[in-house]
């Protein structure tokens, strides 16, 4: 029984982040979350998808050199699920903690990405870790865990989205400091593509022009430009031999449409600079 | 020939053609038969397309004078279905009959326009601007720049914000390469827009030549040079398929090409080098250059700096005040604004006071389209004293027509409405009646229903998907009751040493909707004709969807006619069923009055807010700009006042959201509704397949 408590407490070091996770600011989003950690105050990221939200938190757990506990939420996720439950083993029922208790535990940095797609009854343990009190009751253990000062709770969240039931509640965003993402400046997009893959800086920097001309088009049928993160795939695969063409229709074309037309008209796009 | 092409631009005069024809055609000629008839037909024709005319006239002549006369005949018409590659391969056709079958199948096949059109369509290689059109549209939006339009017209040109181009293109044996031409010809009227081939004014450069028809060919001529360089700086690939598409330049235009190809070269560049260019013999024409237009081009140029002008002022104003506000005391004088911008990228950064600030993206749009005509931002735009003759129109002229509390406000309910001058509401300034839509055609449902039976199956389907019911979860960690089947299992799974799950409960999950939505729809005199059946249709589509789905819903009409009577008309209550009335109501939906939305939008809240639900929708659909008769509601006010009341709504916890078919709505829709509550349809035929998948996509 022991042992299985002491894998899941372990496992704490295995979020650790040994190495440099690339990350280029953008402005002044590095002090602000240093500021937000120093000062005990949970973190929101709003943002579209793709636009490096998840690399800047690992770069700042890394930076702070706090373990990084990520969670991506999915419409299943209820509390005890982020809390923890027990199991049986052995004809004995064993607690395990979650990965929310155990990041409080460890005073590690939690982040829940896109946290509107998780249940509502999540935002009832999410509460009381994010004012104040940074508490984390545990009902069925009737236990009550107290945040150490290095544990930080980010939330991650894409004001995008047309859904009316996928909007996050005032009194859970009012909780938050809220840091606004958006696809870097085309010179310093163009670097973060060649430093991910390698590529030559030309080919990077058509991609980033291919990749401004499709965000021209967001609400003329595309909810979404191409994201950097499309860049770099389509970047992978031209390092790759895959010629340049066939590697934005892969990769970013057909991401974003299903649409015919729609998709002929960006591969038309990407023949404009390829 | 050389004498013919001199006159490039000035088309043959009808008595002109004439004594031509009577040359080529004299053979096939007779009392009955003159050539006036045929002038006639080719006279209107732009001057290229009667010398291709003549050629060939010639050419079918040659064989026999009476295939050039029936060639001459049709082809105008034959130009209009074909193009001029087509009709080039229509007339060899032809030819090819008259040489193995002879002179009557010949004629034969000259006459059969229709099914020379049917045959090449069935071999699938001519395009028609119809099925490329959305296209081409999405792929100019793509590249930076102001929004332009394509329309289809007999003449190839733009006038910076229309590209007319031809209906059809057949030139070419594959449709790939004659996309590519349409692809060509749409690049290079949008890079004539982008790269300002119509910012300085043309006239008096040309009048100052003796045939200025010649000099404007030949300007459009090192305009296509200097334009494919530029574009070629930024997006390579449009360069190489305007390359690939014209001939190998002569040795003097390469050479002119050098001078033109300067990073800032402008239309005054090609302009200098007329002189050099006017007296040579003209070359053939790419194939996708049009004509240029100068003097409709400076019109609409001329109106929309006027307007743009005036937008920015507002707009520069705006963030003026606000800096105003912001700034502490030691501060003197107005704040400052500075614009650094880029002709070449589009890109521009705002300042205030040394500051950066990022401006909404209308007013980026705004400034973009404004570098797009000046090469920047002129100094003179960001003076706060402002555009002295374009001052804004007066907003206090219906002052003196308050007076409010008269007879007809009988029945009627008052609403407030806001001012976004005074930063208040006027009171009571709103008189509304409520009444039911009189009901229309009876069989009017039941005949869409049939027309959209396979879609409306479809809806069904998807909608009853979504339809919370009570679902019994299996395997859960927590429930009301033990899941038998998975305790056994893990029991077994427990003797015989494996790790049982610990999923054993059953779960009884209520997945309720609980969602309210009110439609509003727009029935303002706008929507007369093809938009009102669309947006019927959409309401029977809507209706049919929601039925499967189980949401509740009320569905309102809205116009008016000034402040004194706006009206809201009932189609369906929260609390009926999608009866006959209701269905009748639908029938009637009729195109009335004006769009004065933000009472509107108060009431329906109102009614919405009554209803017991967790989430409250209020869902438009729209065509255009809120607007009223004559007491100046039209323009800003308009729209600040219908962001208000939707703010009001949002408040009282509604979620507010709006369809709209108006091209224009990117302007103004993300100031009134937030970036992503509404959705623009393109295409008004769209709107009763579309909408219903909105709604589906709003609410899941």
Request: charged residues 25%; hydrophobic residues 40%.
């Amino acid at each position: 029984m022991n042992d299985l408590h002491d894998t899941r407490r372990l496992s704490a070091d295995l979020d650790r982040i040994e190495t440099e996770p690339y990350y280029e600011p953008v402005g002044g989003e590095v002090a602000l979350f240093e500021a937000a950690w120093a000062s005990r105050v949970p973190v929101l990221l709003k943002g579209p998808t793709g636009c490096g939200k998840t690399r800047f938190v690992e770069h700042m757990a890394w930076r702070l050199a706090r373990p990084l506990v990520t969670v991506s939420c999915h419409d299943d996720l209820t509390a005890s699920d982020l809390v923890g439950r027990y199991l049986i083993v052995d004809d004995e029922t064993v607690w395990v903690d979650g990965p929310l208790a155990r990041a409080v535990r460890t005073g590690s940095i939690c982040y829940l990405d896109e946290i509107v797609e998780a249940r509502k009854d999540t935002t009832v343990v999410i509460h009381p870790l994010a004012d104040n009190r940074r508490i984390l009751p545990m009902e069925k253990r009737g236990e009550l865990l107290r945040a150490p000062a290095e544990f930080m709770l980010i939330l991650s969240y894409n004001p995008g989205y047309q859904s009316v039931l996928k909007e996050l509640k005032h009194s859970t965003r009012q909780r938050f400091v809220a840091i606004e993402f958006d696809y870097p400046r085309p010179d310093l997009e163009a670097k973060i593509v060649v430093t991910e893959t390698g590529i030559d800086a030309s080919t990077a920097e058509r991609l980033v022009k291919f990749a401004a001309m499709t965000r021209n088009l967001k609400g003329s049928g595309l909810d979404e430009g191409a994201s950097t993160r499309l860049l770099v795939h389509a970047a992978q695969l031209m390092r790759h031999g895959v010629a340049p063409r066939a590697a934005c229709t892969a990769a970013i074309s057909l991401a974003l449409s299903d649409d015919p037309e729609m998709l002929t008209a960006i591969d038309e796009l990407a023949s404009a600079v390829f | 020939m050389t004498s013919a092409m001199r006159a490039a631009d000035v088309l043959y005069t009808q008595a002109e053609l004439e004594e031509r024809l009577d040359d080529i055609l004299c053979a096939a000629l007779s009392s009955r038969r003159s050539a006036a008839a045929i002038a006639a037909g080719i006279a209107p024709l732009p001057r290229a397309q009667q010398e291709f005319v003549l050629g060939w006239a010639q050419v079918a002549a040659h064989n026999v004078a009476e295939l050039g006369y029936q060639f001459t005949a049709q082809a105008p018409q034959a130009l209009a279905l074909f193009g001029r590659g087509g009709t080039e391969k229509w007339l060899l056709h032809a030819l090819d009959a008259y040489d193995k079958e002879g002179l009557y199948p010949a004629c034969a096949a000259l006459k059969d326009l229709a099914g020379f059109k049917r045959r090449t369509d069935a071999a699938g290689e001519g395009v028609a601007l119809t099925e490329v059109t959305r296209v081409l549209e999405l792929f100019l939006r793509g590249l930076a720049g102001r929004r332009l339009q394509l329309e289809a017209a007999d003449d190839t040109w733009t006038d910076t914000e229309t590209i007319f181009l031809p209906e059809r293109i057949a030139c070419y044996t594959s449709r790939e390469q004659n996309f590519s031409l349409y692809k060509a010809i749409a690049v290079h009227h949008w890079s004539q827009a982008r790269y300002g081939s119509f910012n300085v004014e043309l006239g008096p450069a040309l009048a100052a030549y003796a045939e200025p028809g010649r000099a404007l060919a030949w300007l459009n001529l090192l305009e296509a040079i200097r334009l494919e360089s530029l574009v070629g700086r930024s997006y390579a690939g449009l360069a190489a398929l305007l390359a690939a598409l014209r001939p190998e330049l002569p040795a003097r235009l390469v050479a002119a090409r050098e001078r033109l190809s300067q990073a800032d070269s402008s239309i005054a560049d090609s302009v200098l080098l007329l002189p050099e260019f006017y007296p040579l013999p003209l070359p053939e024409p790419f194939p996708y250059m049009g004509s240029l237009h100068p003097q409709r081009a400076a019109e609409v140029r001329g109106e929309r700096i006027a307007k743009e002008r005036r937008a920015l002022y507002t707009e520069l104003e705006q963030l003026r005040q606000t800096a105003q506000a912001e700034r502490n005391e030691s501060q003197a004088g107005e704040p400052e604004l500075d614009v650094d911008s880029s002709f070449d990228t589009l890109e521009f950064e705002l300042q205030i006071d040394g500051e950066e600030v990022t401006p909404p993206e209308e007013v980026a749009k705004l400034i973009r389209s404004i570098i797009q005509d000046f090469g920047e931002i002129p100094e003179e735009y960001l003076l706060a004293s402002g555009p002295g003759a374009y001052a804004a129109e007066d907003p206090s002229a219906d002052e003196a027509a308050s007076e409010v509390g008269e007879s007809q406000a009988v029945g009627g309910r008052l609403y407030d409405e806001w001012d976004f001058r005074r930063r208040d509401y006027r009171k009571d300034w709103c008189v509304l009646f409520e009444s039911d839509v009189l009901p229309g055609d009876p069989g009017y449902v039941a005949a869409v229903r049939v027309r959209y039976a396979g879609r409306i199956a479809q809806l069904r389907r998807r909608f009853e998907a979504l339809r919370g019911e009570d679902r019994l979860l299996r395997r859960q960690t927590e429930g009301e009751d033990i899941d038998f089947d998975a305790a056994v299992e893990a029991y077994a799974d427990c003797k015989s040493g494996v790790e049982p799950s610990e999923r054993l409960f059953v779960q009884r999950q209520r997945t309720e909707r609980n969602i309210a939505v009110m439609f509003m729809v727009d029935m303002s005199g706008s929507t007369k004709g093809w938009i009102n059946t669309c947006e019927r249709e959409a309401l029977v589509l809507l209706c049919e969807a929601l039925e499967a789905l189980g949401d509740r819903y009320a569905i309102y009409g809205f116009s008016g006619w000034t402040r004194k009577r706006c009206e809201i008309y009932r189609i369906k209550t929260f609390g009926e069923s999608y009866s006959e009335a209701v269905r009748g109501r639908i029938a009637g939906v009729e195109p009335r009055d004006y769009t004065r939305m933000g009472v509107a939008i108060r009431h329906l809240s109102g009614i919405l807010n009554e209803v017991e639900a967790k989430t409250r929708i209020l869902f438009t659909l729209s065509d255009g700009k809120p607007d009223d008769f004559h007491d100046g509601y039209r323009g800003d006010y308009g729209i600040e006042d219908t962001r208000q009341a939707l703010l009001e709504a949002r408040q009282s916890g509604i979620h507010p959201f709006c369809v709209t078919i108006d091209e224009e709505a990117r302007d103004y829709l993300p100031h009134m509704y937030g970036p992503a509550s509404w959705v623009l349809i393109d295409d008004a035929g769209q709107l009763p397949l579309k909408t219903a998948d909105v709604y589906r996509r709003l609410t899941s």
